[in-house]
Each structure stands twice: as structure tokens, then as C-alpha cells.
């Protein structure tokens, strides 16, 4: 399995910008796909977003989409997801997560970070 950690979570107000980082302990970051999930208190984890090895395809909730951006650095080993104009109903645990093929499942995926706590106050 890969060993993944998120950077970047804190508080940050509506119309600002934060960018979560995700760093990959693995010589085969190139081989995964990579997703980026959240859950908020009381609901089920849910997809924001994925990209492909290459970067060649990326997917994103309707939720998010326009908003937010996934990106990836395969020299660095690191997947990026910059948010932009977030608002209160993005307060959520974030959690970055590898898989061999893209998917908005979290079952699609088999090794998740900890995650990271983003809040975003008015």
C-alpha cells in the first residue's frame, strides 16, 4: 500500500483561497490515480475529485467544479487541490486517496491519508 499524508487544512473564510497537499511515500506515484474525498460531520465520505497518472484526466462533484482544481507532481510525488471562493458547506475532513483506476467510489481506492481538517467560517 501507499502511505499517504495531507498538508495545507486550517480555517480560512468564504472567497478566500487554501491549497491541500498530499505527499506519497511510494517509488510507483506515477502507477496511481489519485482522489481527494471529505466528510463532514453526521454524512458519508464524498468524492470531490481524481486525476489520472498523467494528469490527462480529471473528474470533479458538481458541487466543486469551477471551484476547485486537483493537480499532481509526479517528480515531487504529490497531489495538490486548490480551493478557491470555498464556502461554509465545504467544512469538512479531507482525505487524499490512491487507486488504480479512477473512480468517485472511496471503494475505488485502497490506501486513504489521515486527513486534513478544513473550515471555512463567514
Known amino acids: 500500500q501507499v502511505q499517504l499524508a495531507e498538508s495545507g487544512g486550517g480555517l480560512v473564510q468564504t472567497g478566500d483561497s487554501l491549497r491541500l497537499s498530499c505527499a506519497a511515500s511510494?517509488?510507483?506515484?506515477?502507477?496511481?490515480?489519485m482522489g481527494w474525498f471529505r466528510q463532514a460531520p453526521g454524512k458519508e465520505r464524498a468524492f470531490v475529485a481524481a486525476?489520472?497518472?498523467?494528469?490527462?484526466?480529471?473528474y470533479y462533484s458538481d458541487s466543486v467544479r469551477g471551484r476547485f482544481t486537483i493537480s499532481r507532481n509526479n517528480t515531487k510525488n504529490t497531489v495538490y487541490h486548490q480551493m478557491n471562493n470555498p464556502k461554509s458547506e465545504d467544512t469538512a475532513v479531507y482525505y487524499c486517496?490512491?487507486?488504480?483506476?479512477?473512480?468517485?467510489?472511496?471503494?475505488?481506492?485502497?490506501?486513504w491519508g489521515q486527513g486534513t481538517q478544513v473550515t471555512v467560517s463567514s
Open positions: 511510494t517509488r510507483t506515484f506515477v502507477s496511481y490515480v
Open positions: 486517496a490512491a487507486g488504480s483506476t479512477l473512480s468517485d467510489y472511496p471503494q475505488g481506492y485502497k490506501s
Open positions: 486525476i489520472s497518472w498523467g494528469g490527462g484526466r480529471i
